[in-house]
């Protein structure tokens, strides 16, 4: 607190102008008390330790000044530089002139002192003491002689007589007062006033010492209320033995005018030789007081500089530091306004501009932000589609992609951003004749559709892309928009739903005429078998045989159909895998089969969520595929069941394999051998693997078919573990 | 560094001890004014002061003497209680201020009591000296102010006036030591 009031006392214009005020007043006040002798004494003092100490303190502020400046050019801060120049500019100004002021008022002021004195007129003053002094010598030596003659009159009075001797004796010689001592005690006395003389003059003790040693005494004296007198005394000639040494004092009056002209001459020399002795202390006071006088205005100067020049670069300094902060991107600095003047204008001026830039900057930046936003939106959006969508610029590369684009193409695209489909070619060779139908499509410069498929480790994948030239503002650049889509799946299911409708068809137009077919030939056997004749009871009995088997080899098969097109409600509960697979495989145990089954089970198996019958479907259906398909080909049938907990990005699945040692798939795609009457066995409905696919799908799951590298086949089924969203798509 | 320490120390005793011999040399040169001896005594209901001071004149002050200044000696009178806590007890005080001068004309030194308008002529300087220095019977205190005089004391203090010297000379007296004249303070029991 103390350090901030100092520091206002320091920096404050008043507080500087009310103490340079007050040392010039004290200042006039000790001018004036160094000429009027008779006022002031005291006060003297005071005002010169007033003067020192506000001296002082205008050169401690000074001081502060001085430092606090000294420390912002160190530290170069802006308007330093500017406030020093302008600071030595304004003292350099103001001490030149004040200090040649100084100068030849201090020659003059010597000058003119002594110009005061004159030789002729200290002469004539002593020449006129000498006179007075002479003068009165003579009629003191008169006085002296008169007196001298007195005292031989009054040798051989007693003291008893001596008063009236004294009196005639004065009335005679005008003496004011008459005075007899012996030794230095008073014998009588006589004055002119006739009264009875209680206290008489008495003569310096110096002058008894003078009388007892024969020496008279004659001078001029101030005597105690009468003023200058002459006195005189005079030793008493020893004429009687029984009287000591005795004296007679004699004061003769001067007269008024003699004693004024006396007191004028030791009136007028007094003074000079005074006024000639204090000459120097004079001049020494005057110096003081006009050195002061400097001190003070230089001191002032120098602070008035470091206010004016402080107050002149502040707004200056303020600026600079405004754009400093502007060219560091703060737009938000608004400056103090200083007075109205010219830099005020540019302040305001500056202000406004910041203003300005501000608002266009948050203009700008709502803009972007919307332009932000949307972005996001499409973003989001297009990231959200099922469809993939790229964008290629003129020279064919790849500029923006989505989430499935990338997931449809099975590649990561952002690995290729930015560079030429040929790229995405040459690495990934599935995908050569998607990007030649691209390539060949967007020659065209026009809307395009084209359907198309692609082979590769997935199996058959079927896209439907659609690409559409840039338009608008895009025109020019030849970018083109491509849309495609994987309708694989919907093709799957489009034609399991036609197979389901002719499966239900077949066993419904199918099965009803088979009944009466098998009775009625059942019914010709009864009828004519017996009465035939034996060789054509043969042939009846074997054609009738064979209708009949025919028929019910026909009934399986249309049951068959019937089952894969039924689609009954399945019934989901949480199970576990490996127990079902234990349950199913007991039945196919057989010591003395020569199947060998292999199971490797994973111990950490999550429930997955399932419909038991229909996995026991599956299972058999898979295992019996199996079984039939090693038959025809080798002696000794393996069959190796293993389940296995996955884990592969966010989804969880558990995975079933099922290999034999048969002769594999020999070759035909995967997508074939799901589907309904494909199959590589004779007499098979070809509807096996297509219902375990179907299961499979019920599930939420997916299936798989490939060859085993050492020889026989393999299919894998994932199924989504309970709680964990099965996904389709999860296939990497 | 322990060593060097103490030389620093040593040399800054012996500045010291030099600093201080230098003020006390300075005050005995400056003991101008010295009081040989004061006494006091009741006469007729007050109490009267007799004192011996002697006056010694430095050659500054002599000069300006000479050259027609008037010098002012103030003698200050203190009478005083003293107690043993708090400070003294002041009783009375009183200034008595002479004026020594020099008449040209006659040649002769005035000394004027300044209190009284009271002046006396001396043919030399030292009897003038000599007078404003013997103090008789100066009455101080009526004896009916002071119920009781026991363990009071009178305290003097004479000094050269600076302040009543002309305007020109108080700068150069304010800080030269020549015109500094001043005794200690003299203390002695008010007796009745």
Known sequence: ?732 | MVLANSMVFHSRQRYLLAFVLLLLSCQAQALGINIESASTQSNKGSYQLNADIRYELSEEVLEALNNGVAITMQLSIKIERPRTYLWDESIAKLYQRYELKYHALSGQYLVQFLNSGEQQSYLSLAAALRALGRIRQLTILDQALLEDAQGAVVRLYSELDTNALPAPLRPVAWVSDDWKLSSEWFTCPLES
């Open chain 1, 1 to 732: 607190m103390p350090i901030r009031i100092l520091k206002r006392l320091t920096t404050g214009p008043i507080s500087a102008a009310v103490l340079s005020v007050l040392l010039l007043l004290s200042l006039y006040i000790l001018g004036g008390a160094t000429e009027d002798s008779a006022s002031f004494n005291q006060q003297y003092v005071i005002l010169l330790i007033t003067i020192l100490v506000g001296l002082t303190m205008l050169v401690a502020m000074i001081a502060v000044n001085v430092i606090r400046l000294y420390r912002r050019y160190k530290a170069s801060e802006p308007g330093s530089l500017l406030t020093t120049r302008l600071l030595v500019l304004f003292v350099v100004i103001a001490v030149i002139p004040v200090s040649v002021v100084y100068y030849f008022s201090v020659d003059f002021l010597h000058r003119g002192i002594d110009s005061w004195f004159d030789v002729r007129i200290e002469k004539s003053l002593d020449d006129s003491l000498e006179l007075s002094r002479s003068t009165l010598d003579s009629r003191l030596r008169d006085l002296l002689r008169t007196t001298e003659l007195l005292a031989v009159e009054v040798a051989d009075e007693s003291a008893a007589s001596a008063i009236l001797r004294l009196d005639d004796l004065r009335q005679r010689s005008g003496a004011s007062e008459m005075t007899l001592f012996d030794g230095n005690k008073i014998v009588a006395s006589s004055n002119s006033k006739d009264e009875i003389v209680i206290n008489p003059n008495r003569p310096d003790e110096a002058i008894f010492t003078d009388i007892s040693f024969g020496r008279n005494y004659a001078g001029l004296d101030t005597i105690p209320d009468v003023g200058l007198q002459i006195r005189i005394v005079v030793r008493v000639p020893l004429l009687r033995a029984d009287l000591g040494v005795r004296s007679l004092q004699a004061l003769y009056p001067v007269t008024a005018r003699q004693r004024e002209l006396a007191a004028s001459v030791q009136e007028a020399f007094s003074s000079y030789t005074e006024l000639v002795y204090l000459r120097s202390p004079l001049k020494y006071s005057f110096t003081l007081t006009l050195t002061l006088a400097l001190l003070l205005s230089i001191l002032s100067a120098v602070w008035a500089a470091f206010y004016t020049s402080r107050k002149l670069v502040a707004p200056i300094t303020d600026l600079a530091k405004g754009t400093q902060a502007v060219a560091a991107g703060d737009y938000s600095k608004r400056l103090p306004l200083p007075v109205n003047d010219e830099l005020g204008f540019l302040v305001q001026s500056f202000n406004q501009m910041t203003r300005r830039i501000e608002r266009a900057r948050n203009d700008e930046q709502l803009s972007r932000n919307k332009v932000d936003e949307q972005q996001a939106y499409q973003a989001c959006v297009l990231s959200n589609l099922s469809s993939g969508v790229m964008t290629l610029d003129g020279e064919r590369c790849l500029q923006t992609y989505n989430e499935a684009a990338s997931q449809i193409l099975s590649v990561d695209l952002s690995h290729i951003q930015g560079k030429s489909l040929h790229e995405l070619s040459a690495q990934h060779a599935r995908l050569g004749r998607f990007v030649e139908i691209l390539f060949e499509q967007m020659e065209k410069h026009q809307q395009w559709r084209e359907e198309m498929t692609l082979f590769g480790a997935g199996g058959r994948q079927v896209l439907v892309c659609r690409g559409v030239p840039m338009t608008g503002a895009l025109e020019a650049s030849g970018d083109t928009l491509i849309v495609f889509e994987d309708v694989t799946t919907l093709m799957q299911a489009q034609r399991n739903a036609a197979w389901g409708e002719v499966a239900r068809r077949l066993a419904h137009e199918i099965k009803n005429p088979l009944t009466p077919i098998q009775l009625s030939a059942e019914r010709l056997r009864h009828k004519y078998l017996d009465n035939m004749e034996p060789e054509s009871a043969e042939v009846l009995d074997r054609a009738t045989h064979t209708i009949v088997q025919q028929v019910e080899a026909m009934k399986a098969m249309v049951n068959a159909f019937s089952e894969y097109a039924r689609a009954p409600q399945i019934k989901l509960e949480a199970l576990n895998l490996n127990e079902l697979i234990d349950e199913v495989l007991d039945l196919y145990r057989d010591e003395e089969s020569d199947l060998k089954l292999t199971i490797s089970l994973d111990p950490i198996m999550p429930h997955v969520e399932a419909d038991a019958g229909r996995l026991r479907q599956l299972l058999h259906n898979l295992i019996k595929n199996a079984i039939e398909a090693m038959q025809e080909v080798t002696a000794k049938p393996e069959i190796a069941i293993r389940t296995l907990c996955m884990q592969e990005s966010n989804c969880r699945y558990v995975e079933l394999r099922i290999e034999d040692n048969g002769p594999g798939w020999s070759g035909d795609s995967e997508a074939e051998l799901f589907e309904p009457y494909v199959t590589s066995k004779q007499g098979g409905t070809g509807l096996g693997l297509a219902i375990v696919k179907k299961i499979v799908e019920e599930h939420g799951g997916m299936v798989a078919a490939e060859d085993r590298p050492e020889g026989g086949a393999r299919i894998v089924i994932r199924l989504p573990v309970l709680h964990s969203k099965g996904q389709d798509d999860a296939e990497t």
